[in-house]
Every structure is written in C-alpha cells, then in structure tokens.
C-alpha cells in the first residue's frame, strides 16, 4: 500500500515536471519595439520577421509601440518604456550629446537617404540652378546644414538662395510652382509620390534629377537604425542577440522577396498607397545591402562612417563631442 502511494506520488510529480518543461519550452519573452511613427512600408522588414515566426523561432513575442514623433522611441528605450527602437544615427548622436544612454546596435539603411530633388519641367536640372529659386525643406535642422553645405561645396552661392520650410508634404507645392525644388528629399519617398500625382510610374526616374548629399560633398551617414538601452545591454544581452538575429533574417526576407514583404505590411494597413509602397520598398531594399553587409551581414555598421559623420556635426556646431566607442556597436548582431 505504502509502495502504491509512492509510485502515485512519483508519477505526479514526474508529470508535473513534463507540463513545466513543455510550457517553459513555448513560453516567450515579451518585448516592446518602438517603430518610427505609425506602421508604414519601412517596417517591411519587421512585419517579415513577426509573420515568417522569425522573432518565435528566438523564443520573442513583439509588441510593436507607434511613438507620437520618431525621437520619442529613443526616450522609450532608455527609460524602459520600449526594449528596442527605431533612430536616425543623427537623432543617435544628437540625444547622446544630451545625456541620453541609447546604443545604436544595427543599422537599416547603409546610405543617407535625403538630397536635392529637381523636377524635370523645372527648366534647370543642375544645383547651381537653384540660385533665385524656391527651394522647400522640411524643417529637420540637420537637413538643412547638410543641403547648405553640399551647394557650397558645389559652388553654389546660398545667400541667393531661397530657402523655405514647407513641412512634411511639400508635393503638392512642388506642383503647383510655389517651390522649384525639394531641398531634403527623401531618395524611397517624394520622388515615388511625385511620380504618382503626375501620373507616371513610381519608379520613372526621368521625371526628376536628384542629387544624394552623401554622394555630393557631404559625408556618408546611416539613416534607420535599431537602439537600445546601455542598461539593457548591460542586463539582458542575450536578448538583444536573438532580437537582432530575428531582425535581421526579416530584413533579408524584405529584400529577396519584395512583393510579399510589402503584402506583409499593406493587407494589415489598406490605407496606405500601394504603387507608391511598392515603389518605396526597391529603394529601401537597395540601400539595406552594401558590400559591407555583404562581407559581415545585414545590420553591420562601420565605425569609421560614425566617427566622419559625428566630426562632421561637430564642426557644424551640432553637437559637442561624440563617443563613439559608445554610441554604437556590433557585438550583439549574428556572426557571418
């Protein structure tokens, strides 16, 4: 009788411990992930990792956070409201400037994405052309030191130059002749959303002449890119390894397989308009890739682009002084 209960007890508890292992096994790590703003085709990417089970197959289940304006992500990450975020490398450097303790662990986007976007009924397609003329920003301070110094050192004369803050949507201006000229055009966005309103291909590129700042005196620079805490870092490194590992496996994902990715993301959000989505996600996957990511992967940042990009705000009197030591690291992304 004694043995019966012992033999009862035992099975118990070995059943017991069964359950456990198999709910531990399926049990995932809860994570928040400030995205730019609202969902929109940039976060193909993410949308690929989440609906391929990538961020599941790290044992992470995500929850994606839509901050009010882009810099609020940063300050969600490093005070815990969000385990990762969305940055610009210029928000990264100018809220470490500040005090702000967020890492820059991947980069999205390995080229500098805004320029000069000149319509081709503009009657000039060249920068010198833009002296009498109306040229329209968007009001980001970093933008416009980067448009006034790249028409300088292309001989342009800035002071004859007009130029204006029209916001963030500057088409319609740019349509009807109020402005002759988007002097921070994104490379993925405007030019696909002028092609739209006038009625031609999103991907014509004979409609406009654009020039990169990156490819015209200013330094090369990364745009998005993922952060984090130093704290978390610190605490829980092993997550940012497999978020960063999922991460990373949706962008290649997004890349070799474009019109899915950008299904992944338009069937969720209807609203947003499609040809132009499309025509913004072969842009965006173009520049995701380099022959630096293709020697160390997707995500990999050279510190060499920080340390020009961070002595170039310096001596533009942006910020003080930058660590990059600090502001950025690899570590935490897979091994090619």
Same mark, same amino acid.
């Given at each position: 009788?004694?043995?019966?209960?012992?033999?009862?007890?035992?099975?118990?508890?070995?059943?017991?411990?069964?359950?456990?292992?198999?709910?531990?096994?399926?049990?995932?790590?809860?994570?928040?992930?400030?995205?730019?703003?609202?969902?929109? +085709?940039?976060?193909?990417?993410?949308?690929?990792?989440?609906?391929?089970?990538?961020?599941?197959?790290?044992?992470?289940?995500?929850?994606?956070?839509?901050?009010?304006?882009?810099?609020?992500?940063?300050?969600?990450?490093?005070?815990?409201?969000?385990?990762?975020?969305?940055?610009?490398?210029?928000?990264?450097?100018?809220?470490?400037?500040?005090?702000?303790?967020?890492?820059?662990?991947?980069?999205?986007?390995?080229?500098?994405?805004?320029?000069?976007?000149?319509?081709?009924?503009?009657?000039?397609?060249?920068?010198?052309?833009?002296?009498?003329?109306?040229?329209?920003?968007?009001?980001?301070?970093?933008?416009?030191?980067?448009?006034?110094?790249?028409?300088?050192?292309?001989?342009?004369?800035?002071?004859?130059?007009?130029?204006?803050?029209?916001?963030?949507?500057? +088409?319609?201006?740019?349509?009807?002749?109020?402005?002759?000229?988007?002097?921070?055009?994104?490379?993925?966005?405007?030019?696909?959303?002028?092609?739209?309103?006038?009625?031609?291909?999103?991907?014509?590129?004979?409609?406009?002449?654009?020039?990169?700042?990156?490819?015209?005196?200013?330094?090369?620079?990364?745009?998005?890119?993922?952060?984090?805490?130093?704290?978390?870092?610190?605490?829980?490194?092993?997550?940012?390894?497999?978020?960063?590992?999922?991460?990373?496996?949706?962008?290649?994902?997004?890349?070799?397989?474009?019109?899915?990715?950008?299904?992944?993301?338009?069937?969720?959000?209807?609203?947003?308009?499609?040809?132009?989505?499309?025509?913004?996600?072969?842009?965006?996957?173009?520049?995701?890739?380099?022959?630096?990511?293709?020697?160390?992967? +997707?995500?990999?940042?050279?510190?060499?682009?920080?340390?020009?990009?961070?002595?170039?705000?310096?001596?533009?009197?942006?910020?003080?002084?930058?660590? +990059?030591?600090?502001?950025?690291?690899?570590?935490?992304?897979?091994?090619?």
């Amino acid at each position: 009788m004694h043995d019966n209960k012992l033999q009862r007890l035992g099975a118990a508890v070995a059943c017991a411990t069964l359950v456990a292992l198999a709910s531990g096994a399926h049990a995932q790590t809860k994570v928040k992930f400030a995205i730019l703003t609202q969902p929109n +085709i940039w976060d193909a990417g993410t949308y690929a990792a989440i609906d391929q089970g990538y961020f599941k197959e790290q044992g992470l289940e995500v929850e994606l956070i839509s901050p009010a304006i882009p810099p609020d992500g940063m300050k969600l990450a490093a005070s815990g409201g969000a385990d990762f975020a969305t940055a610009h490398s210029t928000d990264v450097l100018f809220a470490r400037d500040t005090g702000l303790p967020i890492v820059s662990v991947a980069t999205t986007h390995q080229y500098g994405t805004a320029g000069v976007m000149i319509p081709s009924d503009a009657g000039f397609s060249d920068l010198k052309g833009l002296e009498g003329k109306n040229v329209g920003v968007t009001g980001i301070p970093f933008n416009k030191v980067m448009l006034e110094y790249m028409l300088k050192q292309n001989g342009v004369d800035v002071s004859k130059v007009n130029i204006a803050t029209v916001g963030f949507v500057p +088409i319609p201006l740019l349509l009807s002749k109020r402005i002759d000229a988007l002097g921070d055009a994104i490379t993925w966005s405007e030019p696909a959303a002028y092609n739209v309103q006038i009625g031609k291909d999103p991907t014509d590129k004979s409609t406009y002449t654009y020039y990169a700042f990156y490819q015209n005196g200013v330094p090369r620079y990364y745009t998005f890119g993922i952060v984090t805490s130093e704290s978390k870092l610190a605490s829980d490194p092993d997550t940012v390894r497999k978020f960063l590992a999922a991460w990373q496996k949706g962008l290649d994902y997004m890349v070799k397989n474009q019109a899915a990715a950008a299904d992944g993301v338009l069937n969720k959000h209807p609203e947003i308009n499609r040809p132009e989505a499309v025509a913004n996600l072969a842009e965006i996957s173009r520049i995701v890739v380099s022959p630096e990511t293709e020697a160390r992967g +997707i995500g990999w940042q050279d510190p060499a682009v920080w340390e020009t990009q961070a002595k170039f705000m310096e001596e533009q009197g942006l910020i003080k002084k930058a660590d +990059i030591s600090k502001a950025m690291t690899n570590d935490y992304l897979p091994k090619k």
